[in-house]
């Protein structure tokens, strides 16, 4: 049975950092690109940061560019994602995701192979 688990969420202070993770099985998650989504109550789930099966590139939204750092075990099959600094519209649910391609993870979400059930973020003083 493929599962992605998450874990780490919960409430955060803004400026504060974020550690998520995401535990895989089920396939042979080392072959698979990783990433993390987030989406923001009310808007549509989009994806924060990207890194390859191999762990040698990453790709990083707009919104996390310079706070954010994915990274992947793949001897554990897991996939992290620390961002710093959070700001208030960080908060959402955040999703881990898995894809044959990056170009997969890349392309419309709902076309993504693999997801996570998800977990909340809140940021708030």
């Known amino acids: 049975q493929v599962q992605l688990v998450e874990s780490g969420g919960g409430s955060v202070h803004p400026g504060g950092s974020l550690r998520l993770s995401c535990a895989a099985s089920g396939v042979p998650w080392s072959n698979y690109a990783m990433g993390w989504f987030h989406q923001a109550p009310g808007k549509e789930r989009e994806y924060v940061a990207i890194?390859?099966?191999?762990?040698?590139?990453?790709w990083y939204s707009d919104s996390v560019k310079g706070r954010g750092t994915i990274s992947r075990d793949r001897t554990k099959s897991t996939v992290s994602l620390q961002v710093n600094r959070l700001k208030p519209e960080d908060a959402g649910v955040y999703y881990c995701?898995?894809?044959?391609?990056?170009?997969?993870?890349?392309?419309?979400?709902?076309?993504?192979?693999?997801w996570g059930q998800g977990i909340q973020v809140f940021v708030s003083s």
């Open positions: 890194i390859s099966w191999s762990g040698s590139s990453t």
């Open positions: 995701a898995a894809d044959e391609s990056v170009a997969g993870l890349l392309g419309p979400w709902q076309e993504v192979d693999y």
